[in-house]
């Protein structure tokens, strides 16, 4: 199949671009040819363009026809109109949403694809959700070949995976971690949470293309390992040669630290979430996720080691949570009296 992929160079798509073209598919990707992340891609198949300009994206899909088309950068409900536009002839069109559009609280402690979708604490899950229903809509109402796929914290070389992180620069646990700085963890850190490796959320996703139950249908795709976010850290701890010093601290005092934690916790890390993964089997049988989080990220953080350009640090996020430790620390010597 001829596959278009907009987006195709980020930490998830990047994996499925490899799995793409070891299955024997025609992969082309468009974007502003930014990324700095190796692509199996060759360069007659990128097509440059910016993904949020419909004028720029027409022109560079003129003429060429695809199978697939998926939207890896698609975050507001305009692209994704604008999509319709541009791709009505394609004979599936995936858009990646993600986990995070599932009710928050939840109200069952397994997540099926049948899960409501609502999150009153973050925006970009509401938008993601407002995407959702516009290609639910133009299935009904014109029959557009819509898939909707939603991975959950998916890690893999670039990513360490935390819940108090900086995703930006994510090194910056790992150089905290090694110096003995206090390291933040939401809560008493007995949530369960599913961590799932790009490569194994690759297996499931390339299953998809082309397949005729996919159509008009949802799905999630992740690990069935869950963990608690104690062992989480410890793990990424252990990767890292060291033991972190762990502090637990209420996700109300994170957020009144730093408001915009908001959404990444109240909207997503701060709750258990455990997933059913029987859809996703029922349509790909080969599906299984066989890269453990103890062995992902050893690799993930020997990545980092082994170039000193990948391993940034976030200062203002340092700061924050060297603040934050203080207060608590010295709450815990005051009600120890």
């Known amino acids: 199949m001829r596959i278009l992929f907009v987006g195709g160079t980020g930490l998830i798509s990047s994996a499925c671009s490899d799995a793409t073209v070891a299955a024997g598919h025609e992969l082309w990707l468009l974007n502003r040819g930014r990324s700095k992340l190796p692509t199996v891609v060759a360069?007659?198949?990128?097509?440059?363009a910016d993904a949020a300009d419909e004028s720029q994206v027409t022109q560079a899909v003129e003429g060429r026809d695809f199978d697939v088309v998926v939207q890896w950068v698609g975050y507001q409900p305009s692209q994704v109109s604008q999509d319709l536009r541009v791709f009505a002839g394609t004979r599936q069109y995936v858009f990646i949403s993600s986990a995070s559009v599932y009710e928050k609280p939840p109200s069952h402690w397994m997540i099926t694809e049948?899960?409501?979708?609502?999150?009153?604490?973050?925006?970009?899950?509401?938008?993601?959700?407002?995407?959702?229903?516009?290609?639910?809509?133009?299935?009904?109402?014109?029959?557009?070949?819509?898939?909707?796929?939603?991975p959950s914290l998916t890690y893999g070389p670039s990513q360490i995976p935390v819940a108090v992180g900086s995703w930006q620069k994510p090194f910056t646990i790992v150089d905290r971690m090694r110096r003995g700085a206090r390291i933040i963890v939401p809560g008493d850190g007995t949530s369960i949470w599913t961590l799932t490796h790009n490569s194994d959320f690759a297996k499931g996703f390339i299953?998809?293309?082309?397949?005729?139950?996919?159509?008009?249908?949802?799905?999630?795709?992740t690990s069935d390992e869950s963990l608690t976010w104690n062992q989480i850290y410890a793990l990424v701890g252990e990767a890292a040669g060291v033991e972190?010093?762990?502090?637990?601290?209420?996700?109300?005092?994170?957020?009144?630290?730093?408001?915009?934690?908001?959404?990444?916790?109240?909207?997503?890390?701060?709750?258990?979430?455990?997933?059913?993964?029987?859809?996703?089997?029922?349509l790909v049988p080969d599906f299984k996720a066989t890269v453990p989080f103890s062995v992902g990220i050893q690799e993930t953080v020997a990545w980092f080691d082994q170039d000193s350009s990948r391993q940034?640090?976030?200062?203002?996020?340092n700061e924050c949570w060297d603040r934050l430790a203080l207060v608590?620390?010295?709450?815990?010597?005051?009600a120890a009296g």
């Open 312 to 317: 940034e640090i976030d200062h203002a996020a």
């Open 207 to 221: 299953g998809l293309f082309g397949h005729p139950d996919a159509i008009g249908e949802d799905f999630h795709i």
């Open 114 to 150: 049948s899960t409501p979708t609502v999150n009153p604490y973050w925006q970009y899950s509401r938008d993601k959700i407002a995407c959702e229903e516009l290609l639910r809509r133009a299935y009904d109402e014109t029959g557009f070949p819509a898939t909707i796929v939603r």
């Open 43 to 48: 360069p007659e198949h990128v097509l440059t």
């Open 244 to 282: 972190p010093r762990i502090l637990h601290v209420p996700t109300e005092g994170i957020v009144a630290s730093n408001p915009e934690e908001e959404g990444n916790l109240w909207g997503d890390k701060a709750h258990s979430a455990v997933f059913d993964n029987a859809k996703i089997r029922r």
């Open 328 to 334: 608590y620390e010295d709450a815990l010597r005051s």
